[in-house]
Structures are given as structure tokens and as C-alpha cells.
């Protein structure tokens, strides 16, 4: 029962990890409606940025923002580059698909140019294992739950409370309706990237941090779990990705106890599947559609 409870623990810092990467995947397909398999590289990238100007004697938390704000204009640049041109000709969901891979590949390799591809690390460290409550966490693992809650919290205030969002969820409801009510869709799109951005950069470092080392591929590799949070939850439902993030977080980590750990992502996936077939529209039925 003692590793179970250990293992728990673990599944949270991995849920609050994959949740602020999934609720950026889906917050931006609840506005753009297509999928960005970019997303991974963008996590890696705005680790890197962090962790340059972690190396050149910045502030962590500060160097943290500035690989944050870097996502989001590499985010912003991103849509008016490629996405709004393809978006303006109508075409296929498929064609953006691809065009999300280019960019992908294209970030992978920038980073790959610029950084190399030996292993980093930050001066920081997560600090030694503690004992708080039931579960066996560091102080860095504390730091990352507390950061993803209070960026996840202060997200959904903006999505409730403000009239940005407002506009987001008339955006994501119906993109013309929206336009004719005279919502400035462009400028909506753009700040929904950046916000996407921010969240998917923290995600970024906050897996380095945990994974020990930052190297070009760190982010893609994770991609697959992100997606997984996203579908489970319903995709295009950021309140969905949460629970799909703690879902998929806690089998991940659960599922290490029985077998080996190099298989525990692949037998997280399997629940998610059977999961999957049992309700296969997600955990959540609509989204705000369910904002």
C-alpha cells in the first residue's frame, strides 16, 4: 500500500505536468478547430529559452517567464505563418495536420542549430524527497503542482469572469456569430496563442525539471501522453483535459508498480483506449460547450 500511496503522489506531479499542456492543446482547438502537433516542440523550446537565461545568471522564476512569453510569440508567429494562410484557403483539416509537422520539424531543428543536441540542465535542482501528508514529494514537485493549480485557476477566473473571456467563448462556440457580434476574431486567435504558449512552455520546464535534462526531443516525446489527456478528456475541452491529465498522469505512474517502468506510458495508453471504448466522446460531453 505504501508505494501505491507513492506512486499517487508521483501521478499528481505527472497529472499537473500533462494538465497545463493539455489545456493549451485544447483551448487552442476550441478556437482554431485543428489539431497542432507542434505543441511538443514548443514545449522543448520554451524550456531552452528558460534555460538559457537560467545559465546567464537570471532569475529561475523569471527565466521560467521568458521561455513563456518566447512560446507564446514563437505561437502567435506560428499562426500568422503558416496556419491563417491555410486557414484563409479553406483547406482540408488534414492539410493543417501537416502543416503542424512542418512546424514541428522545422522547431526540433532550429532548437538542434542553435543549442546542439548534448544534454542540459538548470542550476536549479527539485530539491531532496519530503514527507508531505501520505506521499513521498520534493520541494520542486511542490512548486509544480502549486504553479499548474494557480495557472489552471487563474485561466479558468479569465475564461468566467472577464470579457476576453467572453469573447473566447463566443469565438469557440461559433467563429462567424462571433465576428458579427464584432468580436476582433484575428486579435482573439492571436492572444489565445500566446496564452497556449505560456502554459505549454511551464509544462516544458516543469518536465525537464523533473525528467533531470533538457534535450531537443524532451518535449516530443511527451506529446503523446498530452494528446492522451486531450482526447480522454474530449477534444477541444480544456476542463476535460484537467481530468483527462489526472486520469492519465495516475495511471502512468500507478501502473510502474507492476510492471517495468519503460512500459508505463504504454499501459497507461491501454486504459485510456479502454476508456475510450466505453465513452468514446470523451469524459466530457460539450464544452461551453463546457467553459
Known sequence: MNALVVAIGFGLVTSA???????????????????????GDFMTFGAYVAWMADTHGVNFFVAVALGGIATGLLGVAANYLVFRPFMRRGVRPVTLLIAGLGVAFIVQNGIIILWGTDPQQFSVTIGDSLRVGPFLLTTGDLVIVAASV???????????????????RALSNNLDLAQACGINVERMIAATWFICGILTAVAGVALVMEEGGLQPSVGFNELFVVFGAVILG???????????????????????????????????????????????????TALGKTY
Open 150 to 168: 494557480s495557472l489552471l485557476a487563474l485561466l479558468h477566473a479569465m475564461l468566467r469572469y472577464t470579457k476576453f473571456g467572453k469573447s473566447l
Open 234 to 284: 474530449g477534444i477541444g475541452r480544456p476542463y476535460g483535459a484537467m481530468v483527462g491529465a489526472l486520469v492519465v498522469g495516475l495511471m502512468t505512474e500507478i501502473s510502474a508498480i507492476y510492471v517495468n517502468a519503460a512500459y508505463k506510458t504504454a499501459i497507461a495508453f491501454g486504459i485510456v483506449i479502454l476508456l475510450l471504448l466505453i465513452r468514446p466522446q470523451g469524459i466530457f
Open 17 to 39: 505536468i500533462v494538465a497545463l499542456a493539455a489545456v493549451a492543446v485544447s483551448l487552442q482547438i476550441s478556437v482554431t478547430n485543428f489539431i497542432n502537433f507542434a505543441y
